[in-house]
């Protein structure tokens, strides 16, 4: 299984979640699988993704899944102190692991070398870590959700793209569209 | 009646709304920190790095809650790209309350090297600046974080070794 075919398998399991998506191919892939005015898509800032889904689910009640990437929480990881150390019960940081900087055209990152992102989430204090295979990640996800405990799950999946079209919704309309839908619940 | 200018300017910044800081350390800050680290009435967050809480606080403000970065002006030069495409792109007011290091009174020789970029960066990223350098400047705070929401851009509040030693 590669990423398209993960975010397929989690697609019945996030039903009325708020979803922060990665920049690049996996915003791509879930925009073109299943476009929802719950989901934000990055366009750019590589790395933040877990950041601002953390910073979404302190701020309302509502879950949040961060739809994440390997390389992205290399980017930043500093990310992990960060939700360890500030528990939202509400977030979920889903890190679909494919061992490659899939956006940029699937050069390994060291994730998929020596590095395990399970262990270093671990040994940066978060205390739900769960690394499971990628058919296995819709079930983990369902169990996740059901905890209602902040969840760190590392997919491990195959490298590889699907070739979808690059997102041309204007990021002021995205923010907006998904502001409301968040203001929405909260009403 | 809050004592000293670091507690005065965390209450006007909540008298203004804002609920939601992160921050990245500075000594000039500390104060300010601190106190906002023991308020209540505003969530804190310390990130590691200020790229990760600009992220913070775009994710906080689509939640619904008004936020505020701390920082030193050193970290104009980690967040460039994070003010660029995250940022201004979706159009997030973020008011930047920053610690102006390497100008006048400055100990610290490397603090002058970032000080020389940090104005022509912030007029580079087309990013509304102000600069609180003698006592009584901290009065323009209140305007400054109305303009931040109205216009929705990161604003720059630089605050100077002058200006933490006089107010
Ligand atoms: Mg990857």
Same mark, same amino acid.
């Not at chain 1, 960060?82 to 061992?99: E, K, M, R, S, Y």
């Given at each position: 299984m590669i990423r398209n075919d993960v975010l397929k398998s989690i697609l019945p399991i996030i039903t009325n979640e708020l979803v922060i998506c990665n920049i690049g191919s996996p915003s791509q892939e879930l925009f073109s699988l299943d476009d929802q005015t719950s989901n934000f898509y990055m366009l750019g800032t590589m790395g933040l993704c877990s950041s601002i889904g953390l910073g979404l689910a302190m701020a309302q009640p509502e879950k949040v899944i961060a739809i994440d990437g390997d390389g992205s929480i290399l980017t930043n990881m500093g990310t992990l102190p960060?939700?360890?150390?500030?528990?939202?019960?509400?977030?979920? =940081? =889903?890190?679909?692991?494919?061992?490659?900087y899939g956006s940029t055209g699937d050069q390994p990152t060291y994730a998929g070398k020596k590095t395990s992102l399970s262990a270093v989430a671990r040994a940066c204090g978060c205390e739900n870590v769960v690394e499971c295979q990628a058919k296995d990640t819709a079930d983990e996800l369902k169990k996740a959700l059901a905890s209602?405990?902040?969840?760190?799950?590392?997919?491990?999946?195959?490298?590889?793209?699907?070739?979808?079209?690059?997102?041309?919704?204007?990021?002021?309309?995205?923010?907006?569209?998904?502001?409301?839908?968040?203001?929405?619940?909260?009403? | 009646m809050a004592s000293n200018i670091s507690e005065r300017i965390v209450d006007d910044m909540i008298a203004h709304g804002i609920d939601f800081v992160t921050s990245v350390p500075c000594k000039q800050l500390a104060g300010v920190i601190e106190y906002v680290g023991n308020n209540d009435k505003v969530m804190h967050v310390p990130s590691n790095k200020e790229?990760?809480?600009?992220?913070?606080?775009?994710?906080?403000?689509?939640g619904g809650k008004r936020p505020c970065i701390i920082m030193q002006n050193t970290a104009i030069g980690?967040?460039?790209?994070?003010?660029?495409?995250?940022?201004?792109?979706?159009?997030f007011p973020l008011p930047m309350l920053i610690s102006y290091r390497g100008e006048l009174g400055e100990p610290v020789a490397c603090q002058v090297e970032m000080a020389l970029h940090t104005k022509a960066l912030l007029d580079q990223l087309h990013i509304p600046t102000f600069h609180f350098h003698k006592k009584g400047d901290e009065a323009e705070l209140g305007d400054i974080l109305k303009y931040t929401q109205m216009s929705k851009k990161p604003t720059a509040i630089l605050t100077d070794a002058f200006f933490w030693r006089t107010a």
């Open positions: 960060t939700i360890a150390n500030n528990v939202a019960d509400n977030f979920i =940081l =889903l890190i679909i692991d494919n061992g490659s209602n405990q902040m969840t760190v799950i590392v997919c491990k999946c195959l490298s590889g793209n699907v070739k979808v079209p690059v997102i041309e919704m204007n990021p002021v309309i995205i923010a907006d569209r998904f502001m409301t839908e968040v203001g929405r619940r909260q009403s | 790229d990760e809480g600009m992220g913070l606080c775009a994710g906080a403000y689509m980690v967040t460039v790209n994070t003010l660029a495409t995250l940022i201004q792109y979706y159009q």
